[in-house]
């Protein structure tokens, strides 16, 4: 059986360059997948905003959102249509005092996962915090119990097992930035790799 497939002329403007179609929905992960229950999970905003810390029913008191979006993860596999359910950032983003001087954010996860992002990348309309796959609460090997979704950037900017935001006055390097991956990861663009 074939796992991957190119992408037909009807989705292959929704596609980005040197992308194959997934017929499932990998599992691409490094290091250990924490296990994190909704009763002990927490998330911690800090740096320049509101130092404020949320519960799992935080979250859930929150305004709920259903989305449609495509993943395209950076080793050239994309999943077309994906269904979630979770809280938009923008509707986040009300429960915080954000100081202007913020234009980056980094992204904190169980088991000491960091990524960045621009203020300008995280505050759109379309990014969420995603705690249900097709119906089902967030599996822990797909970013369970809560993940974050920016579908217009590669999926490693969609932090899983995502517990806090850190708010900076310029960018610092999380993770895989640090280990050579570029500091936005555009798909349309094929941001994968650094050029420093």
């Not at 691409?28 to 404020?52: C, H, I, M, R």
């Not at 709920?64 to 809280?87: I, M, N, P």
């Not at 960091?114 to 995603?130: K, M, P, Q, W, Y």
Request: charged residues 25%.
């Amino acid at each position: 059986m074939k796992f991957f497939e190119k992408p037909g002329a009807d989705v292959a403007d929704r596609v980005p360059p040197g992308q194959h179609l997934a017929k499932g929905f990998p599992v691409l992960t490094y290091g250990d997948t924490p296990q994190v229950s909704t009763d002990e999970w927490q998330f911690t905003v800090s740096g320049l905003a509101q130092n404020k810390t949320f519960s799992w029913q935080d979250f859930m008191d929150m305004p709920q959102s259903e989305f449609t979006a495509d993943f395209h993860c950076v080793t050239t596999w994309s999943k077309l249509d994906v269904q979630w359910r979770g809280v938009k950032i923008t509707d986040f983003l009300k429960e915080i005092d954000v100081d202007p001087q913020a234009v980056y954010v980094m992204e904190h996860c169980y088991g000491d996962y960091t990524t960045n992002i621009s203020l300008e990348d995280f505050v759109r309309e379309e990014n969420f915090f995603a705690h249900t796959l097709f119906d089902e609460p967030l599996p822990a090997e797909h970013g369970g119990p809560m993940r974050l979704i920016v579908p217009h950037l590669y999926a490693w900017k969609s932090a899983k097992w995502i517990n806090g935001l850190e708010f900076l006055k310029e960018m610092e390097l999380g993770f895989w930035e640090r280990n050579g991956y570029h500091q936005r990861g555009e798909p349309f663009a094929e941001e994968r790799y650094s050029m420093r």
